[in-house]
T-cell receptor
Framework: EDQVTQSPEALRLQEGESSSLNCSYTVSGLRGLFWYRQDPGKGPEFLFTLYSAGEEKEKERLKATLTKKESFLHITAPKPEDSATYLCAVREIQGGSEKLVFGKGMKLTVNP | DVKVTQSSRYLVKRTGEKVFLECVQDMDHENMFWYRQDPGLGLRLIYFSYDVKMKEKGDIPEGYSVSREKKERFSLILESASTNQTSMYLC?????????????FGPGTRLTVL
């Protein structure tokens, strides 16, 4: 069973059509949740870190929120340049050691 | 502009060859990582290093080794390449403190093993 699940796997939006990406997790000792953006042929680029339920972070058209079981990446009035794969990762403490678990990613396409 | 660079963007090797992937960061980061990324599997950690000459196994270390002789450089070695090691390899670095702080990734090396 996956510890970090991203949904949907792919999403196609029209420019200006707001939506949300979901990242749900089942880890027990959460020590941070990260969002990354990855463009084709490139490495992931850091977007946000969230540490506690209720926390929110914003950057341009993106807003990340965190609850005890999931995180949402809200995209407001997206533009074609927001097209990318968005990765969620969870940092947990397991047996005294730290671990980072990535989701499989969510491919967003924004059509003009 | 901070950077993580990887020695090759594309690499084609034959089964059984020894393969070296090099990664260099210019941010004076203590922590460095090697991941592989495969469709449907996401990013998986191969090895990481929290200091010069120090290394720790990640989730999938089998068939790989690493070397960190200088702070800025972290090498991934495939001792005898196999076709199931065809993948995108990503190097990353982060500041000291918690190992998994915000990570800075390189552009990746797409390795094909024939």
């Amino acid at each position: 069973e996956d510890q970090v699940t991203q949904s949907p796997e792919a999403l196609r939006l029209q420019e200006g059509e707001s939506s949300s990406l979901n990242c749900s997790y089942t880890v027990s000792g959460l020590r941070g949740l990260f969002w990354y953006r990855q463009d084709p042929g490139k490495g992931p680029e850091f977007l946000f870190t969230l540490y506690s339920a209720g926390e929110e972070k914003e950057k341009e058209r993106l807003k990340a929120t965190l609850t005890k079981k999931e995180s949402f990446l809200h995209i407001t009035a997206p533009k074609p340049e927001d097209s990318a794969t968005y990765l969620c990762a969870v940092r947990e403490i397991q047996g005294g050691s730290e671990k980072l678990v990535f989701g499989k990613g969510m491919k967003l396409t924004v059509n003009p | 502009d901070v950077k993580v660079t990887q020695s090759s963007r594309y690499l084609v090797k034959r089964t059984g060859e020894k393969v070296f992937l090099e990664c260099v960061q210019d941010m004076d980061h203590e922590n460095m990582f090697w991941y592989r990324q495969d469709p449907g599997l996401g990013l998986r950690l191969i090895y990481f290093s929290y200091d010069v000459k120090m290394k720790e196994k990640g989730d999938i270390p089998e068939g790989y080794s690493v070397s960190r002789e200088k702070k800025e450089r972290f090498s991934l070695i495939l001792e005898s390449a196999s076709t199931n090691q065809t993948s995108m390899y990503l190097c990353a670095s982060s500041f000291a403190g918690a190992i998994y702080n915000e990570q800075f990734f390189g552009p990746g090396t797409r390795l094909t093993v024939l």
